[in-house]
């Protein structure tokens, strides 16, 4: 297997981190304070491709691979992980369903207005009830003519403060379960569709992360995305190709406070000497280091599988997401402790790296599920 990576994915990975450097880390501090949703970045990553990867260029995409995508969202999130779910979420969540699973006609009107930032996206599938078990959601759909009417309430949705297309989930048959889920394309002004309260949440919080309300919403019958029942398979397809960017984001915020920590252990002396001299600091730096790359390494592994045409690495990605979230909470824990006292300030970033890791953990399927989707690929 060759872990190498093409002249391509070298020129987009310095291109992003330079931005990153120069555009994201210096406001990264502020968001994370204000919760300011960062469109004024959005704008600019849209004219550097960087919100359509996977699409293709005939939808304003800019046609790359899911091993490049994995890449960027790395080193978005080493500086900012606010911003670097946002890019996961508009690309893998928001852009591929609608690419992968939309008529040619929904292709055409909507993908364009996510790649360009015009309109960015967001998913729907999360609701008060409904967390690890989509099955469970409440939210319904009718047909009532020329339209569907939904009802219901999401929540906990990334980038819902920014977006205007939304891929939304509800029973158009809920005595069938998971076979009588359906998924729309919703967008913001369709009637009976609004924006709930803004979530006040511990990291990642300039994501503009909101509740979704649908009274009797009303979504035209074209904008049934797949087939009517075909919801589950839709949802299921796409968290496996979405899992490797949220692996791919540990292992960006997990590299940012690695970073973090080497550069202090040799800026902070005590008892006479860079504490990156003690032996105790240099056992935490190592293993850092390798959990990194070691995680790092899965995520490329599932998008490479992606890249090549796999029919399934649902377990490979299960595999990157959940050793990515272990990585990134040891590893931002650790760099708070290099930082002692400063570590535990918010004057420093590590203290905001430690609070976005956790969320690893959660969103995209929990570490639990995770472990629970492995399992079974493995008893099969």
């Known amino acids: 297997m060759d872990f190498n990576l093409t002249q391509d994915q070298k020129m987009v990975r310095d291109m992003v981190r330079e931005f990153a450097m120069n555009e994201l880390e210096p406001i990264a501090a502020e968001i994370d304070e204000s919760r300011e949703f960062p469109h004024a970045s959005m704008k600019k990553m849209a004219k550097l491709g960087l919100l359509g990867v996977v699409i293709p260029e005939e939808y304003g995409g800019a046609g790359m691979d899911f091993t490049t995508l994995a890449i960027i969202v790395e080193e978005i999130s080493r500086v900012c992980a606010s911003t670097g779910v946002i890019t996961a979420v508009n690309n893998s969540l928001a852009a591929y369903p609608i690419y992968h699973f939309g008529t040619e006609e929904q292709r055409k009107k909507y993908l364009p207005l996510i790649t360009s930032g015009k309109s960015l996206g967001a998913i729907g599938i999360t609701e008060p009830n409904a967390g690890s078990d989509p099955a469970s959601m409440e939210t319904t759909a009718v047909l009532d003519g020329d339209h569907y009417v939904l009802n219901g309430t999401k929540c906990w949705i990334t980038n819902a403060e920014g977006a ?25 002004d369709f009637p009976g569709f609004s924006i709930g309260k803004h979530e006040n949440l511990m990291g990642i919080r300039a994501t503009g992360n909101t509740e979704l309300i649908m009274d009797d919403c009303k979504v035209p019958k074209e904008n049934l995305l797949g087939e009517e029942g075909g919801g589950f398979k839709v949802i299921m397809h796409t968290l496996d190709v979405s899992r490797i960017d949220i692996g791919a984001q540990g292992v960006g915020i997990a590299q940012g406070a690695l970073d973090a920590a080497v550069k202090y252990s040799k800026e902070r002396e005590q008892f006479g000497k860079p504490i990156c001299e003690f032996e105790m600091i240099q056992d935490m730096i190592a293993e850092m280091a390798t959990q ?16 090549a045409g796999a029919k399934r690495f649902t377990r490979e990605a299960a595999m990157a997401k959940y050793y990515a979230a272990e990585v990134v909470v040891d590893v931002t824990r650790k760099a708070v402790q290099i930082h002692g006292g400063y570590g535990y300030s918010k004057e420093y970033a590590v203290e905001r790296m430690y609070r976005d890791a956790k969320i690893i953990e959660i969103y995209e399927g929990t570490s639990q599920i995770q472990k629970i989707v492995i399992a079974r690929n493995e008893l099969r």
């Open 164 to 188: 205007g297309v939304f891929v939304i989930f509800a029973y158009t048959d809920a005595a069938a379960r998971h076979k009588g889920m359906s998924a729309f394309i919703v967008e913001k």
């Open 292 to 307: 990194i790359d070691a995680a790092r390494l899965l995520v490329y592994r599932s998008a490479s599988m992606k890249d």
